[in-house]
C-alpha cells in the first residue's frame, strides 16, 4: 500500500466530506461521497488484496447509497451506515469472513486511527520544505498576478455582461465551498479527517484474523486422553444425556403441537372477527410467543447438539423428535403470519406489520439453518453466521422498498375490512407520502366517514405541506433525494 497516496486521498476525502455534508443532510451528497471512497479504495487495493466480503459489502454500500438519494427513508440510511463500517473492515482485512468481525474491524480501528493521524502530522516536516520552493515560485508570480487584477478591474468597470458573469462565477465559487469560518466548520472539518481516516488508512487488528481462523463451520469430534479413564463411565454418561434430550424434545413437541392445533382450528379456519386492540394484542402476542419458542429451540438445540452427542450412534431418535420440533416452529411462525395478515386484512399496512412479515423471514431461514446444524453437525458458528449474513441480506432488500409510499398506496387503494385511518396516513407517517394524498384526496374522502369534516383533512394535509417547505429553505442540492423532489412536483399549484 501507498501510504503517500493514501494519505493524499484521506486529505482530499475530508475536504469533500467538509464540501457535501456541513449543514446538509443525507441526499446525493452520501452518493457522491461512497463513490469516492470506493475510487479510494479501488485505487489503494489490487484485486488480489480484495475479498468476496468485501466486494459483496461494497457493492451493497454502494446499492444502499442509491436508495437513500432515491427513497430516503430511515431503514435505508441506517443500513448504509451498517453496510459502510461492515464494507470497511472487511475491505482492510480480507481474512475476515464472520460478518460481525467486518464491522468490529472498524470499530476496533477507531483507537489506532488517532495514532496514525498524529504520525501523519509530524511528517509536517517534509511538507513544509515542499511549501518553502512554493513559496520561490509564488515571489516571481506577484508582478504577473498584480497587473493581471487591474486588467481585471478594467474590463470588470467597462463590460457590463463581463461583470455579471464574473459576479455569478465568484457566487458560486464562494458558496460552494461554504468560506465561513466558525469554531463549528472547525469542529465538523476534525471530524471528516477522523471518519475518512478511519475509512481509508489501514489498521490492522490482529487478534479478529485469529478469531475468524479459529472458528469452523462443522464440528469436529475431539477425543481426550486421560490417565485411568473409564469407558464404559463416558458412554454411560453420554446416554444419559441423550436420554434426557429425547425427553426434553419430546415433551416440547407435545406441548407446541396442542398450540399450533388450537391455531390451526382458530386462526386458520374459524377466525372470528375481534375489536382493533384485541387484534393487535393478537398478532404480538403471537409473535412474542414465537420469538420466545425460537429462541428456546435455538438454545437447545445448540446446547445438546454441541459436542459429542452429534456423534453418538444411536442418536435418530433426537433428530428426528428435534427436526419435529423445528418443523413445529416454522408452523407457528406460520399462524403468526396468518395472525398479521388477518389484522392487515382489517385495517391495512403498518411499520410493524410489515416489520412482522420480515421478521418472519428471518424465522423461516433461521429454522433452516438450524435443521442444517442437526443434520450436517454444524458448529454454533455455522449458525450465527450465516443468519447474520441473511439479515443483512434481507435488511438491504427491505430497504430497496419506499414503505411510507407502499403504506399509504395500499391502504388507500385496498378495500379493508375497517373505515381507512386517515390520521395515521398524515401524522404517523413521515412528508413522503404527501403526493399520494393530494393525488388520491377523492378516493381517501370516499373511504371516510360520511360526516368527516373536509376542514380537518385540509389541516392535516396543510401541517404536512408547511412541514416539507420549510425542510426546503435549509439545504442545498446536496440535500436532493427524490421523495422531496417528487412531492415538490406535486406541491406545484397545490
Known amino acids: 500500500m501507498n501510504q503517500k497516496k493514501t494519505t493524499n486521498l484521506v486529505l482530499a476525502g475530508t475536504i469533500l466530506f467538509h464540501l457535501l455534508f456541513w449543514k446538509e443532510k443525507m441526499g446525493v451528497n452520501i452518493l457522491l461521497f461512497t463513490l469516492f471512497i470506493i475510487g479510494a479504495f479501488a485505487s489503494i487495493y489490487s484485486k488480489k488484496e480484495i475479498s468476496k466480503a468485501a466486494i459483496f459489502t461494497t457493492a451493497c454500500t454502494l446499492l444502499l447509497a442509491t436508495m437513500v438519494v432515491v427513497n430516503h427513508s430511515i431503514l435505508s440510511m441506517v443500513m448504509f451506515e451498517i453496510s459502510f463500517v461492515s464494507m470497511i473492515g472487511f475491505i482492510h482485512q480480507k481474512e475476515l469472513s464472520f460478518f460481525f468481525y467486518g464491522a468490529f474491524q472498524s470499530l476496533l480501528r477507531l483507537e489506532a486511527i488517532p495514532k496514525k493521524i498524529w504520525k501523519e502530522i509530524s511528517t509536517l516536516e517534509e511538507f513544509i520544505s515542499s511549501w518553502k520552493r512554493s513559496l520561490a515560485f509564488a515571489r516571481i508570480s506577484i508582478l504577473p498576478l498584480l497587473v493581471l487584477g487591474i486588467f481585471y478591474g478594467l474590463y470588470y468597470s467597462a463590460n457590463p455582461k463581463f461583470a455579471t458573469l464574473s459576479t455569478q462565477t465568484w457566487t458560486v465559487f464562494f458558496d ?30 490482529p487478534h479478529l484474523v485469529r478469531l475468524n481462523h479459529s472458528h469452523s463451520e462443522t464440528l469436529v469430534r475431539v477425543r481426550k486422553k486421560r490417565e485411568f479413564s473409564n469407558p464404559p463411565l463416558q458412554i454411560l454418561a453420554l446416554k444419559k444425556q441423550y436420554q434426557s434430550a429425547v425427553l426434553m424434545v419430546a415433551s416440547l413437541n407435545f406441548l407446541l403441537l396442542l398450540v399450533n392445533l388450537i391455531d390451526v382450528r382458530f386462526v386458520w379456519f374459524d377466525f372470528e372477527e375481534q375489536p382493533a386492540y384485541s387484534l393487535k394484542n393478537y398478532v404480538h402476542e403471537g409473535t412474542y410467543l414465537l420469538i420466545a419458542s425460537i429462541l428456546l429451540a435455538m438454545g437447545i438445540i445448540i446446547y445438546y447438539f454441541r459436542g459429542n452427542l452429534n456423534f453418538y450412534k444411536k442418536n435418530k431418535t433426537l433428530q428426528y423428535f428435534t427436526y419435529a420440533w423445528i418443523f413445529q416452529n416454522a408452523i407457528l411462525a406460520y399462524s403468526v403470519g396468518m395472525r398479521n395478515y388477518r389484522y392487515i386484512e382489517y385495517h391495512g399496512l403498518a411499520y410493524k406489520r410489515i416489520g412482522v412479515v420480515i421478521f418472519l423471514i428471518a424465522v423461516i431461514f433461521g429454522l433452516v439453518t438450524m435443521f442444517k446444524k442437526v443434520q450436517e453437525q454444524r458448529s454454533f458458528y455455522y449458525l450465527i453466521n450465516r443468519n447474520a449474513w441473511a439479515v443483512y441480506i434481507l435488511l438491504v432488500l427491505t430497504s430497496l422498498v419506499n414503505w411510507d409510499v407502499a403504506i399509504t398506496r395500499y ?45 380537518r383533512l385540509d389541516n392535516l394535509y396543510a401541517k404536512k405541506k408547511f412541514h416539507l417547505l420549510e425542510k426546503r429553505k435549509k ?10 423532489y417528487r412531492n415538490y412536483r406535486a406541491l406545484e399549484g397545490y
Open 475 to 484: 439545504y442545498s442540492w446536496l440535500s436532493w433525494n427524490y421523495s422531496d
Open 176 to 205: 460552494l465551498f461554504n468560506w465561513h469560518f466558525s469554531i463549528g466548520n472547525m469542529l465538523f472539518f476534525i471530524l471528516g479527517m477522523f471518519i475518512v481516516g478511519v475509512t481509508l488508512w489501514k489498521a490492522d487488528i
Open 411 to 455: 391502504n388507500i387503494l385496498t378495500e379493508t375490512k375497517r373505515t381507512l385511518d386517515i390520521d395515521f396516513l398524515a401524522n404517523g407517517i413521515s412528508d413522503k407520502n404527501l403526493f399520494l394524498l393530494k393525488k388520491y384526496n377523492n378516493e381517501i374522502k370516499a373511504k371516510l366517514p360520511s360526516n368527516y369534516p373536509q376542514s
